[in-house]
């Protein structure tokens, strides 16, 4: 079965609303061997919507829409969808009798304008909401299958999983194959530069397909299965991760949405190793990516945010000559910060950084986006430096995953 989605709400085309509800109705069907063929964002427009879920119907007969359901003027989805069936909008007492019968229970009074809540599509089914005023509706005829949920995450999610799901999953019943992905997660190396070290690997994989998915600090590689039996799917999705993990050799650090700081810190509570941090340019983004993750305490002592040259040398005891001679951005600063902290803190590995995050501060010798990087690692001192590009956030972030994966691969080349 395929089917489209239409997210409704001006306030997704205006960036003020996250649409999360797309990635949960995405990863919900494909589990159930249903294609997302097409996702759309429209603003509550009812000419924008008619145009989208009519286009939606006549391409794959099946469409989900999220937003619209509310009792406000332009919550205007039933409405239009009504139109496109050709079917009347009609008052459901019984709707209206269980919506007074909630608000009751909250000692809330319903407004004039919440009757409009009860109001359904000729003909279409009530897809009950346990957890909102806005019910869910599935709609049926000529035009097709359409499907409308509220936008509200919560609600949405929850007559998805209750509701919706299981429907159709009584129409799919019959179809063989299920849609199955895998996920390897690599850092420190370009998408272009992977795809070169992966070689023909696509082939190999085949019939799966692979995915590049570039962001920020990362680049994840991600592989499907497409309608095939449940165990083949698994089977076959599994092998290729392990492909996909061999060819990405150290540039691999996970599977699925594992992250990188707890990677770290399993390797570094194996090893009996404690952690601090002494940071400049990344302002406490290295110890937060770390202490984010819950345990962390057992592993991780501290951090030291040193951004003045002062608390550099009062504080990490970096020589002022040292400071003199090479700038605090430099990779001899660097090793004396992650020197200084390890002494500070009593951790047996630390980490150091500083660098120039812009949008200003870089000259032609430094330019904006070089970062030095100080390590000590039981004893064992060294450095590393790079020019990173984005702005100033993404800089600063790609500098703090440059430091956590550098630990790791220094904690895991520790003799066992």
């Avoid at 999705?237 to 770290?264: H, K, P």
Wanted: glycine content about 12%; overall charge negative; aromatic content about 4%.
């Amino acid at each position: 079965m395929e089917l489209e989605l239409v997210t409704i709400g001006t306030e997704l085309l205006l960036g003020f609303t996250l649409d999360t509800n797309g990635a949960e109705i995405g990863r919900a069907l494909a589990a159930q061997g249903i294609r997302l063929t097409r996702r759309t964002s429209v603003p509550d427009r009812a000419d924008d919507i008619r145009e989208a879920v009519g286009a939606a119907l006549r391409r794959t007969g099946a469409v989900l829409t999220t937003g619209g359901l509310g009792p406000t003027h332009d919550d205007v989805t039933k409405q239009t969808v009504a139109g496109l069936f050709g079917t009347p909008v009609v008052f459901d007492e019984a709707l209206w009798q269980a919506l007074l019968e909630r608000y009751a229970r909250y000692r809330r009074t319903p407004t004039a304008n919440n009757r409009s809540q009860a109001e359904i599509p000729q003909g279409a089914v009530v897809l009950p909401n346990r957890w909102g005023s806005a019910p869910g509706l599935w709609l049926e005829g000529a035009a097709g299958l359409a499907i409308m949920l509220p936008g509200v995450p919560g609600e949405m999610r929850n007559l998805l999983h209750h509701e919706v799901l299981p429907r159709l999953s009584e129409r799919t019943r019959a179809a063989v194959g299920v849609i199955r992905s895998g996920t390897i997660r690599t850092t420190g190396i370009a998408e272009s530069a992977l795809a070169e070290r992966l070689g023909d690997i696509e082939a190999r994989l085949a019939p799966l397909t692979l995915a590049y998915l570039p962001g920020v600090t990362s680049v994840d590689l991600r592989v499907t299965a497409w309608h095939l039996p449940a165990a083949e799917a698994e089977a076959r999705v599994s092998e290729a991760l392990g492909l996909l993990e061999a060819g990405a050799g150290e540039f691999a650090y996970g599977r699925g949405d594992t992250d990188l700081a707890a990677v770290l810190l399993a390797e570094a509570r194996r090893r009996g190793c404690r952690i601090g941090v002494a940071e400049s340019c990344t302002g406490g983004l290295v110890g937060g990516r770390i202490t984010a993750v819950p345990g962390s305490s057992d592993v991780f002592v501290g951090g030291i945010i040193a951004y003045a040259d002062e608390i550099k040398r009062e504080v990490l005891g970096v020589g002022a000559a040292t400071i003199g001679a090479h700038g605090a951005v430099s990779e001899p600063v660097a090793v004396e910060m992650a020197h200084g902290a390890a002494a500070r803190l009593g951790a047996d590995v630390t980490v150091a950084v500083t660098g120039i995050a812009g949008p200003d501060g870089g000259t032609a010798e430094k330019p904006v986006g070089l970062v030095c990087f100080g390590f000590h690692v039981r004893g064992h001192q060294d450095s590393m430096q790079r020019v990173l590009f984005g702005d100033r956030e993404e800089i600063r972030a790609r500098a703090s995953q440059f430091a956590l994966f550098e630990v790791y691969r220094r904690l895991r080349s520790l003799p066992d």
